[in-house]
């Protein structure tokens, strides 16, 4: 009886070994292990055998059934394993091929360069004033030190629409909007940017319509040399760390002492190129301590309280770091041009 | 202004080279835009003297001429100047010499003559043709008999001077003349300035036996001073006078011309000179011009003049604009023999408005609109006689007569040091700050640190503290002034809720897919008032002096630009796009603007072609209204206003009737969304385009509910889903209105699933499929509170709008 159970292990596993397929293996298993199977029909054999012999034998045909089941547990992770390769290879992609592409669009450049230089200052502790770009003439200009009849007036040909409003030449009467809003009391720490119109022919450097940036402090003891150190991070932070600052004397109505700031160029570093125009310094804004009379005029007391004040142009600032040569591509909107800055 | 070098020198001790100067002068406060070399290029130009001059054999218009060219070297040279001679002083470019452009000069024949070198014009030598004396204009520059063979011809035309063009700030018109720019660069070298000799000996005659003065209004005309010199002879200015005036940009015309101009450019001082014989009277009467009244000017133009001109006159007629322009009828001439010269000081309101008005703008005009030394006129006066004198040869009769006053007081401002070093940050001392004062020539008294400062008449620009702070500063040196930070408190910077907000809105839009633009506020008055959505009567904005119509009025809708935007771009062949735009618009509801216009910050998008790509996968999907409306639902679930959003059908001009709807926020329209005009897109020759165009100043001034955690829930959800029949014309939103309603508490979502409008439907109906999601959180619904609430949402379905269950 012994052999013949050693026999059917045998065989069992021999055809266990031959399927090709779980349906080849599920006829082994039930061939072997059903209830109608030799291993079955050998134990049913068993009232024949001695006292002694019984407790051995079924104990060895439990081993050749245990093997058999452990065969067909092997072999069917085995061809499981064979189908899910072969289901696989069937689902092979070409990674190659292009991706769905994700819609996304971008900041235009001259709000990129002015959301850059709103987050520097805004770190600085500064916040941001708006104001109207339709404008009185007090504001735009007579608050600003600039009274009718001012020589300085011709510098900045303006869009009149009645005697008395404007569009605004620049964002400076939003400084004098909140300097008015303190009623005398400092500090005063703002930016404003915003749109300015000047009555410009349209061309490669001019614009009858652009962007400006306008700072002001306004506060006891504020000095030239506090004017100095809030350029200097700014310049640093937005043209790279080895930037060095240079204050030239100027002149603006609205400043009393005037300056203009440079930085030694970014591209030949000062030894002189076409962006610098050999001088090795490139001019990047207006600036200076507010004026007497324009502290006075918006209620505070010039012998209480001094202030900075600068102002610079996006578009310039722009074209500088990005290398564009005429002014017209901000407003023409061509996608081509715009699409250039999505990491701007 | 551009200054010459080399007569800057005149005046003071300069050691450094042009260029270094410039740095220097740019770095304390006049801006050096430029340092141009006389020299373009030129080497081997010597000083020649044509010993003789005959016909060329073979060439009517050439000469062969025999040039001594020094050191006893004779050279053949055929020039084709019309005006060459024998017995001439000329530049010879010698044969190996280069001229401007690289031009290399070599020996050469022509047409059969031998030529070794070249006689040169002014412009072949880099001189521009406006400046050249236009007896030389069209011929090769005679020099000075003295002039030596052989030596350096660049040297006699003074093309090895370089001059500085300055940028002049308004406040510096002291530096509109080579004396005033002597003065600041002797403050920043430390050197002294030499005045030019202006005494003269006078003849026995007296000016005021010639002519008498009269002033009409001193307000007009504060001073006006006449001296006559007699027996001029007309002719060409001395050579070094003539390359000074051409190096400053101006031409030469005659001695007595060109003095006028060179003290101009010297003191800064307008001057004129009458031809006195011509003048038509003895008397000189300054006073208003009659409306209407008319002059002919120097440049041989009629000139019709209002009231608000100033002109001098011989008592009765015109004979200059004051400050502008002289006539014609006293012109000096080449036979002119007595000149009246003037030195007046004219209000620079009444300069300005005859400039202005006659579209003349000269070297004078400019000075007195920008405002001269009043305390000079009388010295550039009796410069400009002296000159006559020497270089005309002519008598200056003794006196200058004047009508208003000469000079003027000259006036003082205080200046406390230690302000100063508090309002620049520095340590300036006091022995410091009066070093500076000296250098600058301002008389000052000094004690304790407070300075009172006599501010010379040429610097009328300094009336403040401020002013002289400014001053010591510049000279001290910017660079030296420390950099230091704000003492003040530290306070947090940070948008305000709106900034951040349209922040945000820009942010999503581009997430979404569109590309930011920015346009001109300025339209044409038609395009205006395009697709504006205001009930109220609006009146259009217009500049009164535009550059141009197309931008003359301010937008009340950003869209008309956005679409040129598109049309732009279609003409460069990209037809899809994806653009939006955030900026102000103006709505003027006054008939006449006398308050400032309301402005609003709206925020735009357009959207053409196809949207959805994917080319491999043949996926192509056009825009259309849905895609539109996602994106601003989105964006309102993003200002987390969507609850309080409706969309309604609508009509906006320019707008497809059937495809617009109007975005409202708790009923009050706010914007709209839809496609264009089929009739607009064929205009503006676009595929279809949907808009958006939304009031975000309106959007974003509303409070919305502050973010509150809502429990996750904890029990399950009930879905039904339902497919309704109903009339094709109901729209969706009304079936989900009425839904939301009758669902009641329980009901917490309601989705449209599937719309079918095919032929398996009756005429007129569609089908509509929604699913509606029931949950308590608190507990777990029963099938039977269910139940009702669903039927009883059926119910008023069916009442309300017929509305039947789908079999
Ligand atoms: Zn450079």
Redesign the interface.
């Known amino acids: 009886m012994k052999d013949r159970l050693e026999a059917l292990k045998v065989e069992a596993i021999g055809q266990i070994k031959e399927a090709q397929d779980l349906k080849d293996l599920q006829a082994v298993k039930v061939a072997y292990l059903g209830k109608k199977g030799p291993i079955t029909e050998v134990l049913k054999g068993m009232g024949k055998l001695s006292a002694e012999e019984r407790p051995v034998i079924g104990a060895y045909a439990n081993e050749v059934r245990d093997s058999i089941q452990q065969e067909l547990d092997k072999k069917q992770s085995a061809l499981e394993d064979a189908a899910i390769a072969e289901k696989l290879s069937k689902e092979t992609i070409d990674v190659s091929?292009?991706g769905?592409?994700v819609?996304?669009?971008?900041?235009?450049p001259?709000?990129a360069v002015v959301?850059e230089i709103e987050d520097l200052?805004?770190?600085?502790?500064?916040?941001?004033a708006?104001g109207?770009?339709?404008?009185?003439d007090y504001y735009n200009f007579e608050a600003l030190n600039l009274p009718k009849?001012h020589?300085?007036r011709?510098?900045q040909d303006s869009?009149?629409?009645?005697e008395d409003?404007l569009?605004r030449t620049q964002t400076s009467p939003v400084q004098a909007r909140t300097m008015e809003k303190h009623e005398g009391e400092?500090?005063v720490?703002i930016i404003s940017p915003g749109?300015v119109?000047r009555?410009?022919?349209d061309d490669a450097t001019h614009s009858?319509?652009f962007m400006q940036i306008e700072g002001l402090?306004v506060?006891?003891?504020?000095?030239?040399?506090?004017l100095?150190?809030?350029l200097?991070t700014f310049a640093k932070k937005m043209f790279g760390e080895d930037r060095k600052i240079?204050?030239?004397?100027?002149?603006f109505p609205f400043t009393?002492?005037?300056?203009?700031m440079d930085i030694s160029c970014f591209k030949c570093s000062g030894k002189g190129c076409s962006i610098c125009k050999q001088t090795g310094w490139i001019e990047i804004l207006g600036a200076g301590?507010v004026?007497?009379n324009v502290l006075e005029m918006a209620g505070f007391d010039s012998k209480k309280y001094?202030g900075f004040a600068f102002g610079m142009g996006p578009e310039r600032i722009a074209m500088l770091k990005y290398g564009i040569d005429d002014i017209r591509h901000?407003?023409?909107?061509?996608?081509?041009f715009?699409?250039q800055f999505k990491n701007a | 202004m551009l200054i010459s070098y080399n007569w800057l020198k005149e005046y003071v001790n300069i050691e450094i080279s042009p260029s270094e100067l410039a740095d220097k002068i740019?770095?304390?406060?006049i801006?050096v835009e430029m340092v141009e070399s006389l020299n373009k290029g030129i080497s081997g130009v010597v000083v020649g003297y044509v010993e003789e001059c005959i016909q060329h054999p073979n060439a009517d218009k050439l000469r062969v001429c025999k040039v001594d060219v020094g050191q006893g070297e004779v050279s053949q040279i055929v020039c084709g100047a019309p005006n060459v001679a024998q017995g001439q002083k000329v530049a010879v470019a010698v044969p190996g010499a280069v001229l401007p452009g690289n031009f290399k000069i070599k020996k050469a024949k022509l047409r059969g003559e031998e030529s070794h070198g070249m006689i040169c014009s002014l412009t072949e030598l880099g001189v521009d043709t406006k400046l050249v004396p236009k007896e030389y204009a069209t011929g090769i520059f005679v020099m000075p008999s003295d002039a030596e063979p052989g030596s350096d011809a660049l040297e006699y035309l003074n093309l090895n001077d370089h001059v500085l063009e300055l940028g002049l700030?308004?406040?510096?018109a002291d530096c509109l003349n080579v004396i005033g720019v002597a003065n600041e660069v002797a403050a920043i070298l430390k050197q002294e300035v030499k005045l030019p000799n202006t005494s003269i000996n006078t003849s026995e005659e007296k000016a005021e036996d010639f002519i008498s003065v009269q002033i009409e209004s001193l307000e007009d005309n504060p001073y006006y001073g006449a001296m006559i010199i007699r027996d001029v002879k007309i002719g060409p200015s001395p050579l070094w006078m003539q390359n000074r005036l051409m190096a400053s940009g101006i031409r030469p015309i005659n001695n007595i011309v060109d003095i006028t101009n060179y003290v101009l450019l010297e003191y800064g001082q307008p001057l004129h000179a009458f031809d006195y014989n011509r003048l038509g009277s003895k008397e000189i009467v300054i006073r208003r011009a009659t409306e209407g009244e008319h002059i002919q000017t120097l440049d041989d133009q009629d000139r019709k003049l209002k009231d608000t001109h100033l002109v001098i006159t011989n008592g009765k007629d015109p004979i200059a604009v004051a400050g502008v322009m002289g006539g014609a009828t006293s012109e000096v001439q080449s036979d002119t023999t007595n000149v009246l010269l003037e030195a007046a000081y004219f209000a620079?309101?009444r300069v300005r408005a005859a400039s202005k008005d006659l579209g003349l703008r000269s070297e004078a005009s400019s000075r007195y609109?920008?405002?001269i030394d009043r305390n000079r006129v009388y010295a550039a006066a009796m410069r400009a006689a002296s000159l006559m004198a020497e270089l005309a040869g002519g008598k200056v009769a003794e006196g200058i007569v004047e009508a208003g006053k000469r000079e003027v007081n000259t006036y003082s401002v205080k200046m406390d040091v230690s302000r100063m070093n508090?309002?620049?940050?520095?340590e300036i001392t006091s022995e410091q700050t009066a070093s500076i004062f000296k250098r600058l020539g301002f008389g000052y008294k000094e004690s304790n640190g407070q300075f009172e400062v006599n501010v010379p008449s040429r610097r009328p620009d300094i009336t403040?503290?401020?002013?002289l702070?400014?001053e010591v500063?510049?000279i001290y040196g910017?660079?030296r002034?420390?950099?230091?930070?704000?003492?003040?408190?530290?306070?947090?910077?940070?948008?305000?809720k709106n900034?951040a907000q349209r922040?945000n809105i820009?942010t999503y839009?581009?997430?979404?897919?569109?590309?930011?633009?920015?346009?001109?506020?300025?339209t044409t008055p038609a395009k205006s008032t395009h697709f504006s959505f205001s009930d109220e009567k609006v009146y259009p904005?217009?500049?009164?002096?535009?550059?141009s119509e197309e931008?003359s009025t301010?937008r009340m809708s950003l869209l008309p630009q956005l679409l040129e935007?598109l049309q732009?771009?279609r003409n460069?062949s990209?037809e899809d796009?994806?653009?939006?735009e955030m900026?102000?618009v103006?709505i003027n509801r006054q008939e006449v603007?006398?308050d400032?216009?309301e402005?609003y910050v709206f925020v735009s998008g357009a959207v053409t072609g196809v949207?959805?790509?994917?080319?491999?996968?043949g996926e192509r999907k056009t825009v259309d209204f849905y895609v539109l409306k996602g994106i601003l639902e989105g964006l309102m679930g993003e200002l987390n206003l969507s609850e309080r959003i409706t969309y309604e059908a609508g009509e906006i001009e320019n707008m497809h009737p059937g495809r617009t709807a109007i975005v409202k926020l708790d009923g009050i329209s706010v914007g709209f969304v839809g496609q264009l005009h089929p009739a607009l897109q064929k205009d503006l020759d676009v595929k279809d385009t949907y808009v958006f165009e939304l009031n975000a100043t309106s959007l974003l001034e509303k409070e919305t509910d502050q973010i509150i955690y809502q429990t996750l829930p904890r029990y399950p959800s009930i879905t039904r889903d339902i497919a309704l029949v109903v009339d094709q014309e109901l729209p969706a939103g009304d079936l989900t209105t009425v839904i939301q309603a009758a669902g009641g508490a329980l009901l917490k979502e309601v989705n449209l699933f599937d719309l079918y409008e095919g032929d398996k439907m009756e005429a007129g109906k569609k089908s509509l499929a929604f699913s509606l999601k029931y949950f308590d959180p608190e507990r777990t619904l029963t099938d039977e509170e269910v139940v009702t609430a669903h039927d009883r949402v059926l119910k008023s379905l069916e009442e309300r709008f017929g509305a039947q269950l789908r079999k």
Do not use: C
Request: charged share 25%; net charge neutral.
């Open positions: 091929l292009p769905r592409p819609k996304k669009g971008n900041p235009h001259l709000t959301t200052f805004l770190s600085m502790g500064f916040t941001i708006e109207p770009e339709v404008e009185t009849g020589p300085a011709d510098m869009f009149f629409i009645t409003i569009l400092g500090p720490k749109k119109y009555r410009d022919n009858h319509q402090v506060d006891q003891n504020v000095r030239l040399s506090d100095k150190g809030v200097e240079r204050l030239r004397p100027s002149f009393e002492p005037s300056v203009e301590m004026h007497p001094t901000f407003y023409a909107n061509d996608i081509r715009l699409k | 740019t770095k304390s406060g801006e700030t308004p406040n510096r620079s309101g609109e920008k405002g508090n309002l620049l940050g520095t403040i503290e401020a002013d702070i400014e500063g510049r910017y660079d002034i420390p950099t230091t930070y704000l003492l003040s408190e530290a306070r947090p910077g940070g948008l305000t900034q922040r820009r839009l581009e997430g979404a897919g569109l590309y930011q633009a920015v346009t001109y506020a300025l904005i217009s500049v009164a002096h535009p550059m931008r301010l935007v732009y771009n460069r990209m796009l994806a653009i939006y900026g102000s103006f603007l006398k400032l216009p402005e949207f959805n790509e994917h080319l491999w996968q």
